[in-house]
């Protein structure tokens, strides 16, 4: 049983720094406000008061009660994280507008409250969020149904560019170049197994977002690009020497990648993307040099697993 000193259920009994800090971000962060954050049970384990009560903790002023200064800071938290998410999906920020994005990206905040000590984590989950909310357009502009299959589209390819630039690279080491893929011997070449570059990411979105994110990105302030007609695409980012770079993709050329990346061997590979490519053995044979070649050369490769 606590004693009397530990008492957290007496809102008079000063309590340590450590204990109204933690308090008031339970409280400030709290999804659904400040009223709600007081009586939330993370905030009464800490300090254990009714909402009548915050005087006890938080002073008011002559222009603020203890419930309006809390919720100042509340606002400015909220005010933040929606800043940050915006610098996060500058393009999705673009193509929605200011008001809507806002509109989406605090429903996402109520959704899934930010939980990780860094901000860099706080967009992981937005993609999933649109897609599990599927929002409709509240502006006059007619589009279609599948109008949020774009908005997760943007997401995805904004959220993996950040974690590509943020994330481990090939810097500090050497990417496995095409003179050596051609010292593997023919023979062993069909069993050997190759390990992709840490930062390389594939994507495959229903609609052309990587035109549309250049075409965006290259906009003068305030231009509306159009957005564009469904149509697969097929997408690498990586990074070298510390700058991100966007490759598109055939279907066989992702299929052959994805393969890889899954750890199965540079002949099975070679099978997927010959299931699709419609070439016959000697214009296969073309290609797949012609890939290698290129895809060595951007740093798509890191290592021949033994």
Request: charged share 25%.
């Amino acid at each position: 049983m606590p004693s009397p000193e530990d008492d957290s259920s007496d809102p008079t009994r000063p309590h340590d720094l450590d204990v109204v800090q933690r308090w008031f971000q339970a409280v400030v962060s709290h999804p659904s406000g400040v009223g709600e954050g007081v009586d939330s049970a993370q905030a009464q384990e800490l300090i254990c008061l009714k909402r009548d009560e915050l005087e006890k903790v938080v002073r008011s002023t002559r222009r603020f009660g203890a419930s309006e200064r809390l919720s100042v800071y509340a606002n400015a938290y909220y005010a933040r994280l929606l800043e940050c998410l915006g610098e996060s999906f500058t393009v999705l920020k673009h193509a929605l507008g200011e008001d809507t994005f806002n509109e989406f990206a605090f429903g996402y905040l109520q959704t899934y409250p930010s939980r990780s000590y860094t901000l860099n984590r706080l967009g992981e989950g937005f993609a999933r969020y649109l897609d599990e909310t599927r929002p409709r357009s509240s502006g006059t502009e007619p589009l279609g149904p599948d109008w949020p299959d774009f908005l997760i589209d943007l997401a995805r390819l904004e959220w993996v560019i950040g974690q590509v630039f943020d994330g481990p690279g090939l810097e500090q080491e050497d990417p496995l170049d095409y003179e050596s893929l051609q010292a593997i011997a023919p023979e062993q070449w069909p069993q050997a197994r190759l390990k992709l570059a840490v930062c390389l990411k594939l994507l495959q979105f229903s609609y052309p977002i990587n035109d549309y994110y250049t075409e965006a990105r290259r906009a003068r302030e305030g231009e509306k690009i159009p957005l564009p007609e469904a149509r697969r695409q097929f997408v690498a980012i990586s990074r070298r020497e510390y700058v991100v770079r966007r490759y598109e993709l055939s279907e066989p050329q992702y299929r052959l990648l994805e393969s890889l990346q899954a750890g199965q061997t540079i002949g099975q590979a070679i099978e997927c993307a010959a299931e699709i490519l419609d070439a016959d053995d000697q214009e296969l044979a073309v290609s797949l040099r012609s890939w290698f070649h290129n895809w060595a050369a951007e740093g798509f490769f890191q290592a021949v697993q033994e």
